[in-house]
């Protein structure tokens, strides 16, 4: 598993990838859980959706193999101001290959009226991520 506890991330407006584990699979029938998480925030108008995934790979070249959408709606009282949310998300995956793998933890705004998002990372909120093979 691989912690990150780097500086703290800003708010974006793009997909952006937050952490890597990589993983080489004993056998090509093998499957592979893959989990991560990290402490989220949003920045909302009408909705604040914190759209965080998993990806085979690279962000610009992989496969995303799992979303999650966690968020808010409706308008509160508080739009136009950052809140918190967890994103996280846990797959079983079947690569189909000896070689290594990389997974990728990455998170972008979601749709709607949602401004801005980020993981926000740092030794205060570290991000965490595994893959261990757990069938052959």
């Not at 997909?15 to 949003?42: D, E, H």
């Not at 799992?66 to 998300?89: C, D, F, K, M, R």
């Amino acid at each position: 598993s691989v912690i990150n506890t780097g500086s703290s991330n800003s708010q974006v407006t793009a997909r952006t990838a937050y952490l890597t584990v990589t993983i080489t699979p004993s056998s090509t029938s093998s499957k592979i859980y893959v989990g991560a998480q990290g402490a989220g925030s949003v920045i909302w108008g009408s909705n604040g959706i914190l759209q965080s995934e998993i990806w085979r790979g690279d962000i610009t070249t992989g496969t995303v193999i799992s979303v999650a959408y966690n968020g808010l709606s409706g308008s509160g009282p508080a739009n136009g101001n950052e809140h918190y949310i967890t994103g996280q998300n846990f797959i079983v995956d079947s690569p189909n290959t000896t070689n290594a793998v990389t997974y990728t933890f990455a998170a972008v705004k979601g749709s709607g009226g949602t401004t801005s998002a980020r993981i926000m990372g740092g030794t205060a909120f570290p991000i965490t991520m595994f893959a261990m093979e757990i069938g052959g």
